[in-house]
């Protein structure tokens, strides 16, 4: 998930670039060769560094780190309703520091250090709604007024929120709990209305990625703080073309902020969170390009994942743990997309195929990339194992 | 033959080099028509951008939300009503004022959540979001609002300046961070507005006002503009009078010239072709020289032009030009058109030049009197047209015929102009007829016809220049007259307040208390959608936006407050008004066809209501609809805020003291007090700036007339002294014949004048009846002022005397051996 | 009626000072005629000028019916020609805005002397009878000539001067009009001076001067 959110952050940066540089399309300003994607590989002096052996404490660490340059607390669900109709969404927030902490302004009415961007989806069938929205705020602001601030998040009780999308705990005020939590993200009016308001319960623990939460993302040593909540089930109201139905299933929550992701040889990534139906969850990603320490153009690829157990245990994956393997494309707004995979892991003795139902779940935000609803099917014998989401940026 | 065509274009070209007068005349003519037209064309062009700019920027775009209690909005609205799920975004706007005077308009946005389509995204130039959002931020302007210093009066300094040309002018945008450092605005915004429809009813607690309904500056002004066009197209008509008569002087004078050229085998079409190249080349002087003095003339009268169109519509103008490709060939265009109008029968003339013919008096003689013919025909035909638009205006509801008013003024004026050579004619031949008994009058009135037809076309054009000139001069004056006085209606109050709307009613009890003071009248604003209105014919559906204003029927205002229609008579209208009836204004009854008695559905949010109207009034110099009710009802039915209250005194009150005292107690701000003087000074100084061009383009046209005729009697200067030397050599002396030619002319443009004062009066009556009505919606009386009529009677003849005083003293100071040889060399 | 004396008058050309007439003298009684002869240029339309009074001579003395020119003010010489002079051009010069009766009473009016039955008689013998109301540039040559003539005549002046008055016309018209010319002045009384280059025109006269690069060069005969 971590990549794909990366993604977003390019779109955010792009956004940045070319908000007001009309004439300049997304692709230009997303195909940079020595600087990754989006200018997520710049050097970014002056903000601080996520290394290994940090310890992650909670709650503290669901709020932002605005000493960070980028963060997420990123959404993804499986879901289905009353009709067994398989249903996907997706809700994120992302946090974009716009200058280093010692170049922050004071904080006078307006003044932002912080920008905030938040995207939401919601698939089913061949229809697929995207929102998008942006906010900003200034890091010493008093979020215990929350109206003073039109984005922001508490740690406890937690609440995130741009808008009226809102991520809150919804457990008794006070509580340090990261579950029970409502989300409500509404867009559009009328007929053409779609949303949802959702209670998402944790079932299991929350599992960090890498070495303690510290996950590379390339060859070089430069990663993120990544961790996630795999384990939500979810329960709640969907609204699609101004209709209301209850649906349930299955959630996944990325968390990761850092300051310098990709590797700046990086062009793109392919990004996948699954739940097998036994209970084991995986999450595989790979960079396309940084794969080595070499000063070659590209470089390889680079890969890294996590193997967790019904229980919450996490196997770490390294690059050579692992082969994803493109099987298919789509023709997707005027791009090919690789929407049939092969994913083998040895270690966990995991062959499948990943496939996405769909291949038209493009997500039309400032900067576009590609966010879908996946299933995953035995190799050999076909049998359906579980499902998914697939995020692939760079194409 | 094309071969031909230099030698007999220099062979014609050499004419000019004998008669370097007739091309000056000629380049005049172009240069004046295109000088005038293409100015104000500039001026049109760059409003017309101004407004573009405008338009495609914030106000006319964007829905807007104000709060219900007339309180400032505030940045916890903005959140609260962002947390609510409501698409607004926030927006500061004020003032700014430069180290080297400029007021500049500062908006602050931010651009996160301003409608992502809304083209401040795209007045952008160059930079990124984080630069524009970041210390030190970004200053966006178009070119024309950049000024020399970024650092303002107060000391601040602008962030650095980055070039937006698609912002409207003397604009600066940027993030509403950086905005609200500089106006010091605190918590406060100035605007929540959201993109046009996102917003399906005003939440609650605030006011929403539809994009749609906000009418653009460029709505506003198209009557102004209208009225500029009208003069400009005025002053080419005039300009191309002087053309028309240059030329045909030209042409005459080379009718020899022409023969001699097809005797010796020259064709006709080859002369044709000559001519026209001749025409154009010529064309093209006079042009390039026209529309340069027009861009100069432009940017001359722009800032007047920029200011008037701020005062009356509130609509920016840039103050420098702004002219777009087309603007150019445009106005080359119009030029060359216009040359080919005038000489378009100059062309036809030579075409059927006939090779045998000689040039005859004789058929110049009758050939004028059938030119007589056709004008007194054409003019009877234009006459009549113009009879027809009357006719079709008398069934319009008024209000309508913007296009058809001028239209009819147009034709007023050429039925005029085309009747004016017959009408000279007619009285020269019944004066001579009259004058047989002395010799002298009766050749000065024998040669006066002779004259004529070389002066008739430069009388037309004073004749439209003096009608023009008295009509718009005696709308002007009427309108002074009736808005000074009605401003002495509404202002009766000697001081007025203008405080935050929740201190009024603080100061209102203060005030109450006050033994000085007699009367509060208490005014209170708002907005509303007239949904439909029910006359006894029936009930129209409307949709139309208009103002709420409460007033205080006190015993101050009613006697005077100016009415214009009742249902039964004031005092019956007065009660009712008190009792909840509205009046409308007269701009609203005549835009939807409104008399007392027809009844209003009115809706605002969370409000609707029926109110009777008891009568209409005039509501000069304000664009919009405005329905007037009575303070306590406005604020009973429509939950509108305060908005100023007019002090009244008792007789030998102190105002000062008062003033004083209010400031004190109340801790009012420098601007929140102003004492009626001044009001009336304020307005006074806007209305003499709304006319500061018309009456600048008026003189003008007025002098291009004058030019006209000076031009024609010095083109035919060495003829007359031709015809007036035989005179003196039988013993007429020198200074008599000399005062003869003046009285001649001055004796002409009398006529001419005279004929200028009805005319002058139908286009006044044109203006205030029928233009005035469809472009602003109200009408004014029409005065009359004899002044002004001696005025232009005494312009007429002082502009006649003026151009014939030049050839009159040459002639007079010319020596015995000068005339002689001209005519010995006859 | 008419006397030069010692006359002097030079004009200031581009080329220098042209001495144009040169101590010339003559005397014209009343009722007489005088021709006076010439080569173009020789100066004898200046001296015509000079004797009806429209420019000044730089030295000597012009005596018109007793008046001496040289020291008129401006409006008084214009009176003078009003009243005691004729004039006839070789060009007409009508005046081309009045008919042809206006015309021929053009300066009987203005010399306050108009005399209906006497103006009746003069379109009568010149001819013009039924042409009244025409305009100049109606008539022929001949007739714009004779109607020249009756202008000049019709105040009864008691000097005519002609300059040319033939030159424009063709010969048979000229002998016509010269004709008429004589056979009126002896009507009227008229003294005559004629400028003219052709010697029909200068043989019925009592007299004739010659004038040669401004001097006479045969005097009084």
Known sequence: MSLSRLQNFRLLLAFTATLMLYGCSSEESTSTADTGFAGLGQEADGFQYAKPNQLLTFPTDHAAHPDYRIEWWYLTANLEDASGEPLGLQWTLFRQALMPPSERPAPTPWAADQLWMAHMAISQGEQHEVAERFGRSHSQADLSVHQDSQAGIISSPFHAWLDDWQLKASGEAGSDAFSPLTLTAYSGEDESRFGYSLTLTAQGPLVLHGQQGFSQKAANGQGSMYYSQPFWQIDGNVTLNGETKAVNGRGWLDREWSSQLLDARQSGWDWLSLHFNDGHKLMAFQLRGGGDNTDQEQGADYRSGTWITPQGEPTPLANTDFIMTPLATSAVAGRDIPTRWRLEVPSASVDINVEAPYANRWMTTSVPYWEGEVEISDRASGEPLGEGYLEMTGY | MIKALPTVLATLLAHYRRHPGQLAMLLLGLWVASALWSGIQAINATARDSYARADAMFDTQLDQLERRDGAPLTRADYHALRQAGLPVSPMLEGEVVTQDGTRLTLIGIDPLTLANNNPLAQADSSGSLTDFMTAPWQTRAAPDALTATTTLANGKALPPLVLAPAIPPDTLIMDIAAAARLLQSGEEITRLVAAPGALAEAPAGFTLTRATRIATPGQLTESFHLNLTALGLLAWVVGLFIVQAALGLALEQRLGMLRTLRVLGVSGRSLVLALSVELLLLGLIGAAAGIASGVWLARLLLPDVAATLGSLYGAGVGRELNLPWHYWVGGLAVSLGGLLLAGGGVLWRAARLNTLELGQMQAWRSGYRRQLMLMSIGGAFVAGVALALYGWLRFQPPGDGLVAGFALVAALLLASALWLPPLLALVLKVLTHLARRRPLVHWALADMQLQLPKISLAMMALLIALATNLGVGSMVGGFRLTFLEWLDQRLVAPLYLNAPAEQYTDIDAWLADHPDVSERLLTRRSEAILESIITPKGSRALGTPIELYGITPGESLTPHWPLLATQQDRDTAWADFSHGAAFVNEQLATAENLSPGDQLNLRAPGVSETLTIAATYPDYGNPSGQVLMASPQLAARFNAPPSSMGVVLHLNADVDALREALTERFGLGS?????????????????????????????????????????????????????????????????????????????????????????????????????????????????????????????AVAVALLSAALPALRFWRASPRTLLAEEANQ | MLELQQVHKTYTTPQGPLKVLDDVSLRLAPGQSLALMGESGSGKSTLLHLAAGLDLPDQGSITLAGQNVSTLAESDRAKLRREKLGLVFQQFHLVPSLTVIDNLRLQARLANRDDTDWTAYLIARLGLEGLEKRYPEQLSGGQQQRLAIGRALAPRPPLLLADEPTGNLDETTAGEVLELLLSLVRETQCALLVVTHSPQVAAPLDRCLRLRHGQLINTEL
Do not use: C, Y
């Open chain 2, 671 to 795: 601007d929140a007090l102003s004492d009626q003087r001044e009001i009336k000074r304020i307005a006074t100084e806007i209305f003499e700036r709304t006319f500061t061009i018309t009456r600048a383009l008026n003189v003008l046209t007025l002098a291009v007339a004058a030019l006209a005729l000076l031009a024609s009697l010095l083109a035919q200067a060495r003829s007359r002294r031709q015809q007036l030397a035989p005179l003196w050599a039988l013993g007429v002396p020198r200074a008599q014949l000399a005062q003869l030619s003046l009285v001649q002319l001055g004796g002409a443009a009398l006529v001419t004048g005279l004929l200028a004062l009805p005319l002058g009066i139908a286009i006044t009556w044109s203006l205030v009846a029928i233009i005035n009505v469809a472009a602003f919606g109200w009408r004014l009386p029409l005065h009359l002022f004899p002044w002004e009529m001696a005025v232009t009677l005494a312009t």
